[in-house]
């Protein structure tokens, strides 16, 4: 029986895994031989081929194919072949020149006929995949096919171009705040909380009644929008008096308007930046807005694929750049300026100002209207009502928000009691051929026979907008809301409108239609206001993202956002400016 014996074991030196490479056996074969990348799904066609100058041979066995046509490797799956990109140890360049010929990889001279064809069959055989059948545009042509030979073809002019597009901050952030919470978009969309029936505390303002008969308008007997001078007012929460009387008896822990609350509520929603300025005294939260903020101005086409676009702003540290082109009247800002003017005067034109039916007054009167002001108010009543954020009984924490209505429908019951109150908004068509429309149809030829395409355009572009009129209804406890359609009597003229339609529906209804959440939305304001309790006095700014999904909690000094920070800055400017 032959004898078995062990074969002599070298344990590593210093304890690692493996052999060490100071004790390699003597009869160790593979020791100079380079290690060349490898994949087990690369299929071996044969060991070495000499005669491949890219030094890696495995493409042609691994499922790659030659295009005929343009001469390019492909690959069936389109991925990558592993280790192609490396250097090969066992390349071999080939550099007998005799050997070289000139191959002509061109396509073909085009058949006759085939560069201007007529009739049915002018796509055939140049389509790329997926994009076989005629394509219609918004207006009712065929768009011709230019992505030919690639897969999809082209989606749209210049998408390479749209990712880079950046927008600027509402707010510029001081390098000395500090950054207390970043929370996600996809955080905020979980949230859940239900909230009861509010309570009505006061309510002030005058109403009108609503103008009937801007139901009755279509396309075909369009009304000029007029310009109405009324006084409205935006106050902030701090600057209200009306609040600042129910913190000092301590109604309750937080305090806002609807305008910020519903910003707040439709987060997930928005797209373009905007800024909560949060103030904390004692035990208490206010919740304000900046002057000239994003609050004072309505988006347009905010969540459209391409939305408008502001003009680049100049690079100062480049002399030699190209200068930015003049602002147009559809650029980003321009249609904000025009959706609010449309938006106040449409609100002004469609009530009844004299009687019948008559004006209703509220229990108190307008609380900004000063004794010195000469011009007459516009239609609008105040509620300040308490939503109760508490999870449980023994909790206390409640909110309350300014809200506002802008008038009453006649014969719905008694608007001092709630009933008939009624929110008017408009929506904006600037030119469904310029950029940032969205692919809205012509309201014009629509309207009338395809309102619910217009419907639908309109909420897929303008979700947000929507959602924060809607939310807004909601909280000010108005049974409906009046939407007009405001387009332009001339495409290139923003100074000009006429209104084209006007919509009635119920808020909750629209609310469920949009796929709008107001248990997200209260489960958010809990989560900030939870937050905001959780600091020490002082203010704060919550700040949306301009190009990411998400919102950030600062801290920020006493003085920031108002008019002491701006007189200290204008020091400093002229003391270095005489230094």
């Known amino acids: 029986m032959a004898s078995f014996s062990l074969p002599q074991i070298h344990d590593n030196p210093d304890g690692s895994w493996g052999p060490s490479s100071s004790n390699l056996p003597e009869t160790f074969k593979f020791k100079d031989i380079p290690y ?58 080939v550099e007998d020149e005799s050997s070289f010929s000139l191959v002509d990889n061109k396509t073909g001279a085009p058949r006759r006929g085939s560069a201007f064809t007529r009739g049915r069959g002018a796509n055939r055989g140049t389509g790329s995949y997926g994009s076989r059948a005629p394509q219609r545009n918004t207006r009712g042509g065929f768009t011709p096919n230019r992505g030919t030979g690639q897969r ?10 749209k990712n880079n597009r950046t927008r600027e901050s509402s707010v510029a952030i001081d390098p000395s705040w500090q950054m207390l919470e970043e929370i996600e978009f996809h955080r905020l969309a979980k949230l859940r909380l239900e909230v009861d029936e509010p309570e009505e505390l006061e309510s002030y303002g005058r109403l009108y009644g609503y103008n009937k008969a801007y139901d009755r308008i279509t396309t075909k007997t369009e009304r000029p929008l007029q310009t109405v001078d009324r006084i409205k007012y935006n106050t902030t929460t701090s600057d209200d008096p009306i609040i600042q009387q129910l913190a000092s008896k301590g109604t309750a822990a937080i305090y806002a308007t609807d305008v910020i609350l519903s910003v707040l509520m439709c987060a997930p929603r928005s797209v373009y930046p905007w800024d909560i300025v949060i103030v904390r005294e004692g035990d208490k939260v206010f919740f304000d807005k900046r002057d000239g903020g994003p609050f004072d101005t309505v988006t347009v086409n905010e969540n459209a694929g391409d939305p408008p ?19 147009s009247i559809n650029t980003a800002t321009s249609l904000s300026l025009e959706a609010t003017y449309i938006n106040q005067n449409f609100g002004f034109q469609s009530v009844v100002e004299t009687p019948p039916p008559p004006a209703i007054d509220f229990d108190k009167p307008n609380p900004f209207y000063g004794p010195d002001e000469t011009e007459p108010l516009a ?103 009046k939407i007009g359609y405001v387009s332009r009597a001339n495409p290139r003229d923003n100074t000009r409108h006429v209104i084209l339609s006007t919509a009635s529906m119920r808020p909750m209804d629209f609310a469920a239609q949009l796929n709008v959440s107001l248990a997200n939305g209260w489960g958010i304001v809990r989560t900030v206001a939870d937050l905001c309790l959780k600091m020490a006095e002082g203010k704060y700014v919550l700040v949306k993202d301009p190009n990411k999904p998400v919102i950030r909690l600062y801290a920020v000094p006493f003085s920031a956002f108002t008019g002491e920070e701006e007189e200290e800055e204008g020091a400093v400017s002229e003391e270095e400016a005489e230094s």
Not at 70 to 93: C, H, N
Not at 393 to 414: F, H, M, S
Request: aromatic residues 8%; glycine residues 12%; hydrophobic residues 30%.
């Open 379 to 481: 239609s609008c009543g105040y509620r300040y009502r308490v939503f109760d954020l508490g999870i449980s009984d023994d909790e206390d924490i409640k909110i309350c928000v300014r809200t506002e209505v802008d008038a009453y429908l006649p014969g719905q019951g008694n608007p001092l009691h709630g009933q008939g109150l009624t929110t008017i908004r408009a929506l904006n068509e600037f030119d469904p051929r310029a950029p940032g429309a969205g692919g809205a149809p012509d309201w014009r030829s629509k309207l009338d026979s395809q309102r619910g395409a217009v419907v639908a355009t309109e909420m897929k572009n303008n979700s947000c907008k929507l959602a924060k009129w809607t939310v807004q209804s909601i909280l000010a406890g108005a049974e409906q809301m």
């Open 152 to 161: 999809g073809g082209r989606k749209g002019w210049r998408d390479w171009e």
């Open 309 to 327: 676009q502001d003009p680049t702003a100049p690079n100062p540290s480049n002399p030699n750049e190209k200068a930015p082109e003049p602002s």
């Open 36 to 93: 060349a990348p490898y994949s087990k799904s690369d299929k071996l066609g044969r060991f070495a081929d000499w005669n491949d100058i890219s030094g890696d041979n495995r493409q042609a066995a691994s499922g790659s194919t030659v295009n005929p046509r343009t001469g390019t490797r492909g690959r069936r799956d389109g991925a990558q072949i592993f280790g192609s990109g490396l250097p090969s140890a066992f390349s071999f360049q």
